[in-house]
Protein backbone atom coordinates (compact mmCIF):
# COMPACT_ATOMS: atom_id res chain seq x y z
CA UNK A 1 0.00 0.00 0.00
CA UNK A 2 1.57 3.60 -0.85
CA UNK A 3 2.08 5.71 1.94
CA UNK A 4 -0.11 8.76 2.47
CA UNK A 5 2.00 11.32 3.92
CA UNK A 6 0.82 13.65 6.56
CA UNK A 7 0.30 17.16 5.03
CA UNK A 8 -1.48 19.06 7.12
CA UNK A 9 -1.17 19.56 11.23
CA UNK A 10 -3.62 21.80 13.36
CA UNK A 11 -2.44 22.93 16.82
CA UNK A 12 -5.10 23.96 19.20
CA UNK A 13 -4.19 26.21 21.69
CA UNK A 14 -1.45 28.71 21.66
CA UNK A 15 0.32 29.32 25.02
CA UNK A 16 3.55 27.51 26.10
CA UNK A 17 2.73 24.51 24.80
CA UNK A 18 1.27 25.12 21.32
CA UNK A 19 3.80 27.63 20.50
CA UNK A 20 6.67 24.91 21.74
CA UNK A 21 4.84 22.81 19.31
CA UNK A 22 4.73 24.60 16.26
CA UNK A 23 8.35 26.14 16.68
CA UNK A 24 10.13 22.49 16.78
CA UNK A 25 7.73 20.67 14.14
CA UNK A 26 7.95 23.57 11.90
CA UNK A 27 11.72 23.22 12.32
CA UNK A 28 11.67 19.32 12.04
CA UNK A 29 9.78 19.07 9.34
CA UNK A 30 10.97 22.30 7.42
CA UNK A 31 11.86 19.85 4.10
CA UNK A 32 8.48 18.25 4.05
CA UNK A 33 5.12 19.91 2.36
CA UNK A 34 3.29 20.09 5.53
CA UNK A 35 1.19 23.40 6.59
CA UNK A 36 1.29 23.86 9.87
CA UNK A 37 -1.69 25.89 11.44
CA UNK A 38 -1.85 27.38 15.19
CA UNK A 39 -5.52 28.19 16.35
CA UNK A 40 -6.11 29.98 19.85
CA UNK A 41 -8.63 32.06 21.10
CA UNK A 42 -7.69 35.57 22.29
CA UNK A 43 -10.52 35.54 25.05
CA UNK A 44 -8.74 32.29 26.95
CA UNK A 45 -6.01 33.55 29.21
CA UNK A 46 -3.40 30.56 29.31
CA UNK A 47 -2.50 29.09 32.29
CA UNK A 48 1.45 28.61 31.47
CA UNK A 49 2.38 26.24 34.12
CA UNK A 50 6.07 26.23 35.00
CA UNK A 51 8.18 29.76 34.95
CA UNK A 52 10.96 27.14 35.99
CA UNK A 53 12.68 24.99 34.35
CA UNK A 54 14.86 21.71 33.83
CA UNK A 55 18.57 21.50 31.68
CA UNK A 56 16.66 19.59 28.87
CA UNK A 57 15.12 23.32 28.03
CA UNK A 58 18.15 24.06 26.81
CA UNK A 59 18.23 21.45 24.17
CA UNK A 60 15.16 22.45 23.14
CA UNK A 61 16.83 26.28 22.08
CA UNK A 62 19.51 24.16 20.21
CA UNK A 63 16.67 22.25 18.53
CA UNK A 64 14.96 25.38 17.04
CA UNK A 65 18.11 27.41 16.36
CA UNK A 66 18.10 29.91 19.21
CA UNK A 67 20.18 30.95 21.95
CA UNK A 68 19.81 30.59 25.96
CA UNK A 69 20.68 34.61 25.95
CA UNK A 70 17.91 35.00 23.26
CA UNK A 71 14.95 33.81 25.16
CA UNK A 72 16.26 35.13 28.49
CA UNK A 73 16.45 38.87 27.00
CA UNK A 74 12.81 38.25 25.34
CA UNK A 75 11.38 36.68 28.43
CA UNK A 76 13.01 38.13 31.60
CA UNK A 77 15.16 35.11 31.77
CA UNK A 78 17.38 34.47 35.25
CA UNK A 79 19.69 31.55 36.21
CA UNK A 80 18.67 27.70 37.86
CA UNK A 81 21.36 25.97 38.95
CA UNK A 82 18.38 23.71 41.09
CA UNK A 83 16.06 23.98 43.76
CA UNK A 84 16.47 24.72 47.38
CA UNK A 85 13.92 23.01 49.72
CA UNK A 86 12.94 24.56 52.90
CA UNK A 87 11.41 23.51 56.09
CA UNK A 88 10.75 19.98 53.73
CA UNK A 89 12.47 17.37 56.38
CA UNK A 90 11.20 19.16 59.34
CA UNK A 91 10.43 23.21 59.77
CA UNK A 92 14.11 25.26 60.18
CA UNK A 93 15.70 22.45 57.46
CA UNK A 94 16.60 23.25 54.13
CA UNK A 95 18.35 21.27 51.60
CA UNK A 96 19.34 21.59 47.95
CA UNK A 97 18.70 19.66 44.31
CA UNK A 98 20.80 20.64 42.04
CA UNK A 99 21.70 20.26 38.55
CA UNK A 100 24.98 18.27 38.86
CA UNK A 101 26.77 15.53 40.87
CA UNK A 102 28.80 14.53 44.34
CA UNK A 103 32.28 14.04 44.50
CA UNK A 104 34.06 11.87 41.64
CA UNK A 105 33.60 8.31 41.78
CA UNK A 106 36.47 5.90 42.25
CA UNK A 107 36.85 2.84 40.66
CA UNK A 108 33.14 2.21 39.59
CA UNK A 109 32.05 3.48 43.09
CA UNK A 110 30.37 5.89 43.48
CA UNK A 111 31.34 9.01 45.45
CA UNK A 112 28.66 9.14 48.01
CA UNK A 113 29.90 5.37 49.05
CA UNK A 114 33.13 6.66 50.55
CA UNK A 115 31.78 9.57 51.70
CA UNK A 116 29.43 7.47 53.93
CA UNK A 117 32.17 5.43 54.90
CA UNK A 118 33.55 8.67 56.10
CA UNK A 119 30.25 9.53 57.66
CA UNK A 120 30.42 6.31 59.90
CA UNK A 121 33.68 7.18 61.18
CA UNK A 122 32.64 10.63 62.60
CA UNK A 123 32.86 13.43 59.61
CA UNK A 124 29.84 15.19 59.85
CA UNK A 125 31.09 17.40 56.36
CA UNK A 126 27.41 17.61 54.49
CA UNK A 127 27.44 15.62 51.33
CA UNK A 128 26.50 19.30 49.53
CA UNK A 129 29.87 20.15 50.14
CA UNK A 130 30.93 18.30 47.25
CA UNK A 131 28.76 19.61 45.00
CA UNK A 132 29.75 22.16 43.14
CA UNK A 133 26.75 23.71 41.39
CA UNK A 134 25.32 23.37 45.05
CA UNK A 135 27.88 25.70 46.82
CA UNK A 136 27.77 28.29 43.98
CA UNK A 137 24.00 28.32 43.90
CA UNK A 138 24.13 28.65 47.96
CA UNK A 139 26.73 32.13 47.28
CA UNK A 140 24.40 33.62 44.63
CA UNK A 141 27.13 32.87 41.83
CA UNK A 142 27.04 31.31 38.02
CA UNK A 143 29.21 30.09 36.63
CA UNK A 144 29.60 27.67 33.20
CA UNK A 145 30.28 23.73 33.32
CA UNK A 146 33.29 23.49 31.09
CA UNK A 147 33.25 21.81 27.98
CA UNK A 148 35.34 19.33 28.79
CA UNK A 149 35.48 18.78 32.31
CA UNK A 150 38.71 17.01 33.83
CA UNK A 151 36.60 14.97 36.26
CA UNK A 152 33.24 14.36 37.61
CA UNK A 153 33.13 17.72 39.79
CA UNK A 154 32.63 19.70 36.46
CA UNK A 155 30.08 18.04 35.67
CA UNK A 156 26.84 19.96 36.40
CA UNK A 157 24.71 21.64 34.11
CA UNK A 158 22.11 24.82 34.13
CA UNK A 159 18.22 25.79 33.50
CA UNK A 160 16.38 28.74 33.71
CA UNK A 161 13.90 30.93 34.81
CA UNK A 162 11.40 32.74 32.48
CA UNK A 163 8.11 34.99 32.05
CA UNK A 164 5.65 32.14 30.34
CA UNK A 165 3.80 34.65 29.09
CA UNK A 166 6.48 36.42 27.46
CA UNK A 167 8.02 32.98 26.56
CA UNK A 168 5.41 32.10 24.60
CA UNK A 169 5.03 35.49 23.02
CA UNK A 170 8.63 35.05 21.54
CA UNK A 171 7.84 31.91 20.32
CA UNK A 172 5.05 33.37 18.82
CA UNK A 173 6.69 35.66 16.76
CA UNK A 174 9.45 33.41 16.07
CA UNK A 175 7.33 30.73 14.26
CA UNK A 176 4.84 32.72 12.66
CA UNK A 177 7.84 35.18 11.27
CA UNK A 178 10.47 32.94 10.55
CA UNK A 179 8.76 29.20 10.49
CA UNK A 180 6.09 30.29 8.18
CA UNK A 181 3.24 28.91 11.11
CA UNK A 182 0.37 30.05 9.93
CA UNK A 183 -1.98 31.28 13.29
CA UNK A 184 -5.57 31.98 13.31
CA UNK A 185 -7.69 33.64 15.89
CA UNK A 186 -10.64 32.31 17.10
CA UNK A 187 -12.91 30.32 19.52
CA UNK A 188 -13.58 26.74 19.21
CA UNK A 189 -17.15 25.98 19.40
CA UNK A 190 -16.65 22.07 18.70
CA UNK A 191 -14.90 19.20 16.62
CA UNK A 192 -16.40 16.97 13.83
CA UNK A 193 -15.25 13.27 14.16
CA UNK A 194 -15.38 11.32 11.11
CA UNK A 195 -18.20 8.79 11.11
CA UNK A 196 -16.47 5.77 9.48
CA UNK A 197 -12.79 5.69 11.41
CA UNK A 198 -13.90 8.05 14.57
CA UNK A 199 -10.84 10.10 13.66
CA UNK A 200 -11.56 14.25 14.09
CA UNK A 201 -12.14 15.63 10.59
CA UNK A 202 -12.03 19.28 11.85
CA UNK A 203 -12.67 21.86 14.32
CA UNK A 204 -15.30 24.78 14.29
CA UNK A 205 -15.07 28.29 15.40
CA UNK A 206 -17.55 30.15 17.00
CA UNK A 207 -17.84 32.75 13.94
CA UNK A 208 -18.68 29.37 11.65
CA UNK A 209 -15.19 29.01 10.28
CA UNK A 210 -13.96 24.95 10.16
CA UNK A 211 -10.70 23.69 9.76
CA UNK A 212 -9.45 20.59 8.98
CA UNK A 213 -6.31 18.90 8.91
CA UNK A 214 -4.61 15.34 8.48
CA UNK A 215 -2.91 15.38 12.28
CA UNK A 216 -4.41 17.40 15.37
CA UNK A 217 -2.28 18.52 18.26
CA UNK A 218 -4.36 19.31 21.12
CA UNK A 219 -2.73 22.11 23.59
CA UNK A 220 -6.05 23.54 25.16
CA UNK A 221 -5.03 22.74 28.54
CA UNK A 222 -7.20 21.38 31.24
CA UNK A 223 -10.36 21.55 29.06
CA UNK A 224 -8.64 19.17 26.77
CA UNK A 225 -11.24 19.45 23.73
CA UNK A 226 -10.01 16.96 21.78
CA UNK A 227 -8.57 14.19 23.49
CA UNK A 228 -10.66 14.62 26.62
CA UNK A 229 -14.02 16.01 25.57
CA UNK A 230 -14.12 14.83 21.72
CA UNK A 231 -12.52 11.55 21.98
CA UNK A 232 -13.61 10.24 25.36
CA UNK A 233 -9.97 9.66 26.44
CA UNK A 234 -10.36 8.94 30.31
CA UNK A 235 -8.27 10.44 32.99
CA UNK A 236 -6.10 8.30 35.51
CA UNK A 237 -6.50 10.50 38.70
CA UNK A 238 -3.70 10.15 41.25
CA UNK A 239 -4.71 12.50 44.03
CA UNK A 240 -4.77 9.98 46.03
CA UNK A 241 -1.38 9.62 46.07
CA UNK A 242 -0.35 13.22 45.71
CA UNK A 243 -2.33 15.35 47.70
CA UNK A 244 -2.10 19.16 46.59
CA UNK A 245 -4.93 19.63 44.15
CA UNK A 246 -5.36 23.88 43.94
CA UNK A 247 -2.34 26.66 43.76
CA UNK A 248 -2.68 30.10 44.15
CA UNK A 249 -0.14 32.00 42.07
CA UNK A 250 0.62 36.33 42.69
CA UNK A 251 4.00 37.70 41.28
CA UNK A 252 5.76 40.83 43.47
CA UNK A 253 8.16 43.11 43.34
CA UNK A 254 12.08 42.03 44.54
CA UNK A 255 12.69 42.19 48.21
CA UNK A 256 15.77 39.40 48.37
CA UNK A 257 18.56 38.86 46.40
CA UNK A 258 18.00 37.73 42.62
CA UNK A 259 19.02 33.81 43.56
CA UNK A 260 20.55 31.42 40.78
CA UNK A 261 17.65 28.52 42.03
CA UNK A 262 14.34 28.12 42.55
CA UNK A 263 13.14 27.93 46.16
CA UNK A 264 10.54 25.64 47.52
CA UNK A 265 9.24 25.94 51.07
CA UNK A 266 6.98 23.38 52.79
CA UNK A 267 3.84 24.65 54.55
CA UNK A 268 1.23 22.87 56.90
CA UNK A 269 -0.86 22.23 53.95
CA UNK A 270 1.63 21.90 50.51
CA UNK A 271 4.31 24.05 49.57
CA UNK A 272 5.59 27.54 48.27
CA UNK A 273 7.18 28.16 45.73
CA UNK A 274 9.83 31.68 44.91
CA UNK A 275 10.50 32.02 41.34
CA UNK A 276 12.69 35.23 40.77
CA UNK A 277 12.69 37.33 37.43
CA UNK A 278 14.49 40.48 36.09
CA UNK A 279 11.63 41.99 36.73
CA UNK A 280 9.49 40.32 39.11
CA UNK A 281 9.26 37.11 41.29
CA UNK A 282 6.77 34.78 40.74
CA UNK A 283 5.18 32.93 43.77
CA UNK A 284 2.58 30.24 44.41
CA UNK A 285 1.63 28.37 46.66
CA UNK A 286 0.04 24.74 46.25
CA UNK A 287 -1.67 22.67 48.81
CA UNK A 288 -4.72 20.34 49.46
CA UNK A 289 -7.88 21.73 49.70
CA UNK A 290 -8.63 18.92 52.04
CA UNK A 291 -6.35 20.08 54.56
CA UNK A 292 -7.02 24.24 54.02
CA UNK A 293 -9.38 26.64 52.38
CA UNK A 294 -8.73 28.71 49.12
CA UNK A 295 -8.94 31.55 51.33
CA UNK A 296 -6.59 30.63 54.09
CA UNK A 297 -4.50 29.47 51.09
CA UNK A 298 -4.46 33.33 49.76
CA UNK A 299 -3.89 34.90 52.55
CA UNK A 300 -0.88 32.90 53.53
CA UNK A 301 0.47 33.58 50.02
CA UNK A 302 0.02 37.51 50.47
CA UNK A 303 1.57 37.00 53.92
CA UNK A 304 4.79 35.59 52.42
CA UNK A 305 5.45 37.69 49.57
CA UNK A 306 8.70 39.59 49.98
CA UNK A 307 7.51 42.59 48.06
CA UNK A 308 4.78 44.58 46.59
CA UNK A 309 2.02 42.45 44.89
CA UNK A 310 2.02 42.87 41.20
CA UNK A 311 -1.18 40.96 40.65
CA UNK A 312 -4.45 39.84 42.46
CA UNK A 313 -4.53 36.31 43.60
CA UNK A 314 -4.75 33.68 40.55
CA UNK A 315 -6.41 30.38 41.07
CA UNK A 316 -5.65 26.90 39.87
CA UNK A 317 -7.53 24.05 40.56
CA UNK A 318 -6.28 20.82 39.23
CA UNK A 319 -6.12 17.04 39.32
CA UNK A 320 -2.70 15.43 39.51
CA UNK A 321 -2.85 12.59 36.80
CA UNK A 322 -2.88 11.87 32.79
CA UNK A 323 -5.12 10.81 30.33
CA UNK A 324 -4.90 7.38 29.61
CA UNK A 325 -4.02 7.08 26.18
CA UNK A 326 -1.95 10.88 24.89
CA UNK A 327 -1.96 9.79 21.33
CA UNK A 328 -5.90 8.82 20.11
CA UNK A 329 -6.21 8.49 16.80
CA UNK A 330 -4.94 11.27 15.06
CA UNK A 331 -4.32 13.27 18.07
CA UNK A 332 -1.66 13.55 20.24
CA UNK A 333 -2.11 15.87 23.13
CA UNK A 334 0.50 18.19 25.03
CA UNK A 335 0.93 20.22 27.94
CA UNK A 336 -2.43 20.02 30.13
CA UNK A 337 -3.95 18.65 27.84
CA UNK A 338 -2.19 15.32 27.91
CA UNK A 339 -1.79 15.37 31.89
CA UNK A 340 -0.58 17.43 35.08
CA UNK A 341 2.08 17.07 37.96
CA UNK A 342 2.86 20.07 40.13
CA UNK A 343 5.20 22.10 39.37
CA UNK A 344 7.26 20.88 42.29
CA UNK A 345 9.96 19.75 40.06
CA UNK A 346 9.40 22.13 37.54
CA UNK A 347 8.66 19.43 35.03
CA UNK A 348 5.14 20.75 33.07
CA UNK A 349 7.83 22.16 30.40
CA UNK A 350 9.85 19.46 29.80
CA UNK A 351 7.10 16.66 29.47
CA UNK A 352 5.29 19.39 26.82
CA UNK A 353 9.84 18.67 25.18
CA UNK A 354 9.35 15.28 25.46
CA UNK A 355 5.85 14.98 23.87
CA UNK A 356 6.90 16.23 20.49
CA UNK A 357 10.39 15.00 20.50
CA UNK A 358 8.34 11.60 21.16
CA UNK A 359 5.77 12.67 17.91
CA UNK A 360 8.38 13.10 16.05
CA UNK A 361 10.18 9.89 16.76
CA UNK A 362 7.15 7.94 15.96
CA UNK A 363 5.39 10.35 13.52
CA UNK A 364 2.94 8.60 11.14
CA UNK A 365 1.60 8.93 8.01
CA UNK A 366 -2.37 8.91 7.06
CA UNK A 367 -3.22 5.76 7.50
CA UNK A 368 -1.83 6.03 11.53
CA UNK A 369 -0.62 2.74 12.33
CA UNK A 370 -1.77 1.92 16.11
CA UNK A 371 1.25 0.54 16.98
CA UNK A 372 3.00 4.43 16.60
CA UNK A 373 0.71 5.01 19.41
CA UNK A 374 0.93 2.20 21.44
CA UNK A 375 4.74 2.55 21.22
CA UNK A 376 3.98 6.59 22.45
CA UNK A 377 1.25 5.68 24.62
CA UNK A 378 3.82 3.09 26.53
CA UNK A 379 6.68 5.76 27.48
CA UNK A 380 4.32 8.67 27.58
CA UNK A 381 2.77 6.72 30.97
CA UNK A 382 6.29 6.08 32.11
CA UNK A 383 7.74 9.08 31.91
CA UNK A 384 4.39 10.22 33.92
CA UNK A 385 4.89 7.87 36.27
CA UNK A 386 8.30 7.99 36.87
CA UNK A 387 8.58 11.77 37.66
CA UNK A 388 4.97 11.22 39.81
CA UNK A 389 6.81 8.69 41.91
CA UNK A 390 9.86 11.43 42.21
CA UNK A 391 7.46 13.88 43.78
CA UNK A 392 6.17 11.58 46.29
CA UNK A 393 9.13 10.87 47.61
CA UNK A 394 9.42 14.71 48.72
CA UNK A 395 6.16 14.15 50.67
CA UNK A 396 6.97 10.56 51.98
CA UNK A 397 10.31 11.71 53.33
CA UNK A 398 8.82 14.64 55.16
CA UNK A 399 8.52 14.36 59.00
CA UNK A 400 6.33 17.14 59.62
CA UNK A 401 3.61 16.82 61.92
CA UNK A 402 1.19 18.62 60.42
CA UNK A 403 -1.95 16.14 59.16
CA UNK A 404 -1.35 16.20 55.64
CA UNK A 405 2.28 14.95 55.98
CA UNK A 406 1.23 12.56 58.41
CA UNK A 407 -1.10 11.17 55.87
CA UNK A 408 1.31 10.95 53.52
CA UNK A 409 3.91 8.91 55.27
CA UNK A 410 0.97 6.41 55.66
CA UNK A 411 0.43 6.12 51.86
CA UNK A 412 1.01 3.07 50.17
CA UNK A 413 3.40 3.77 48.02
CA UNK A 414 3.75 2.36 44.19
CA UNK A 415 5.73 -0.29 44.25
CA UNK A 416 8.66 1.31 42.08
CA UNK A 417 9.29 4.20 44.22
CA UNK A 418 8.97 1.39 47.40
CA UNK A 419 11.52 -0.28 45.43
CA UNK A 420 13.75 2.85 45.20
CA UNK A 421 13.67 3.53 48.54
CA UNK A 422 14.02 -0.66 49.73
CA UNK A 423 17.29 -0.52 47.53
CA UNK A 424 18.59 2.57 48.96
CA UNK A 425 17.90 2.00 52.63
CA UNK A 426 19.74 -1.18 52.29
CA UNK A 427 22.84 -0.77 50.30
CA UNK A 428 22.81 3.06 49.11
CA UNK A 429 22.46 1.52 45.72
CA UNK A 430 20.43 3.82 42.97
CA UNK A 431 18.76 1.92 40.51
CA UNK A 432 17.69 3.42 37.59
CA UNK A 433 14.46 2.50 35.71
CA UNK A 434 13.41 2.53 32.16
CA UNK A 435 12.73 6.53 31.04
CA UNK A 436 13.49 8.01 34.11
CA UNK A 437 13.33 11.43 34.15
CA UNK A 438 14.96 12.12 37.00
CA UNK A 439 18.70 10.62 37.80
CA UNK A 440 20.71 8.85 40.63
CA UNK A 441 22.46 12.58 41.48
CA UNK A 442 18.91 13.86 41.66
CA UNK A 443 17.37 10.45 43.73
CA UNK A 444 20.94 11.07 45.81
CA UNK A 445 19.79 14.53 46.91
CA UNK A 446 16.69 13.85 48.12
CA UNK A 447 17.56 10.87 50.03
CA UNK A 448 20.42 13.44 51.40
CA UNK A 449 17.80 15.75 52.31
CA UNK A 450 15.75 13.82 54.62
CA UNK A 451 18.56 11.74 56.19
CA UNK A 452 17.49 8.78 54.50
CA UNK A 453 20.99 6.10 54.91
CA UNK A 454 21.86 2.59 54.55
CA UNK A 455 22.95 1.54 57.75
CA UNK A 456 26.20 0.55 55.96
CA UNK A 457 29.09 1.51 53.06
CA UNK A 458 28.94 -0.16 49.88
CA UNK A 459 32.65 -3.38 50.90
CA UNK A 460 34.26 -2.01 47.54
CA UNK A 461 34.54 1.25 49.05
CA UNK A 462 36.83 -0.38 51.73
CA UNK A 463 39.52 0.09 48.68
CA UNK A 464 40.46 3.18 50.25
CA UNK A 465 41.68 3.65 54.01
CA UNK A 466 39.59 6.10 55.69
CA UNK A 467 42.81 8.20 56.31
CA UNK A 468 43.33 8.15 52.40
CA UNK A 469 40.04 9.28 52.15
CA UNK A 470 40.32 12.59 54.27
CA UNK A 471 42.94 13.78 52.29
CA UNK A 472 40.96 13.26 48.86
CA UNK A 473 38.07 15.05 50.56
CA UNK A 474 40.03 17.83 51.54
CA UNK A 475 41.50 18.44 48.00
CA UNK A 476 38.32 17.57 46.22
CA UNK A 477 36.76 20.81 48.74
CA UNK A 478 39.52 22.94 47.55
CA UNK A 479 38.95 22.47 44.15
CA UNK A 480 35.45 22.94 44.21
CA UNK A 481 36.39 26.57 46.32
CA UNK A 482 38.58 27.79 43.68
CA UNK A 483 36.02 27.29 40.83
CA UNK A 484 33.46 28.95 43.17
CA UNK A 485 36.46 31.42 43.41
CA UNK A 486 35.97 32.04 39.69
CA UNK A 487 32.21 32.46 39.21
CA UNK A 488 30.18 35.91 38.75
CA UNK A 489 27.48 37.57 41.07
CA UNK A 490 23.96 35.92 39.47
CA UNK A 491 23.33 39.81 39.01
CA UNK A 492 26.69 40.80 37.39
CA UNK A 493 25.85 37.39 34.94
CA UNK A 494 22.46 38.38 34.26
CA UNK A 495 23.69 42.38 33.34
CA UNK A 496 26.48 40.95 31.14
CA UNK A 497 24.84 38.16 29.03
CA UNK A 498 21.13 38.64 28.92
CA UNK A 499 19.44 41.26 30.73
CA UNK A 500 16.11 42.46 29.12
CA UNK A 501 14.67 45.51 28.62
CA UNK A 502 13.75 47.19 31.93
CA UNK A 503 9.54 47.80 31.28
CA UNK A 504 8.26 44.73 29.12
CA UNK A 505 5.22 44.32 27.64
CA UNK A 506 2.65 43.07 29.73
CA UNK A 507 1.79 39.31 29.52
CA UNK A 508 -0.11 36.27 31.27
CA UNK A 509 0.86 36.12 34.93
CA UNK A 510 1.59 32.02 34.60
CA UNK A 511 0.85 29.83 37.50
Not at 5 to 21: D, E, F, K, N, Y
Not at 130 to 151: H, I, S
Not at 262 to 276: D, E, H, M, V
Not at 358 to 377: G, K, M, S, V, Y
Amino acid sequence: MANEPIRSILIVGGGTAGWMAANLLATRLRRLPIEITLVESPDIRTVGVGEATVPAIRDYFRAIGVTEAEVMRASQGTVKLGIEFRDWRAPGTSFFHPFGRYGVDAFSVPFHQYWLKRRMAGDETPLSAYCLPTQAAMRNLMLLPPEQPANDLGVFDWAIHFDAGLFARFLSQRAQDDLGVRHVEGTISGAKRDTENGRIASVSLSDGRTLDADLFIDCSGFRSLLLGQTLEVPYEDWTHLLPCDRAVAMPCTHGDELTPYTRSTALPAGWQWRIPLQHRVGNGYVYSSRHISDDEATATLITNLEGEALAEPNMLRFRTGHRTRVWEKNCVALGLAAGFLEPLESTSIVLIQSGIERLLAHFPDRDFDPTLADEFNRITALEYARIRDFLLLHYWGGQRNEPMWRECRALDLPETLAQRIRTFKGSGKLPRFEWDSFQPPSWLSMFAGFDIWPPRHDPLADQFSTEELAGTFGQIREAIGRAVALASPHADFIADTCAAPSSPQPAAVPV
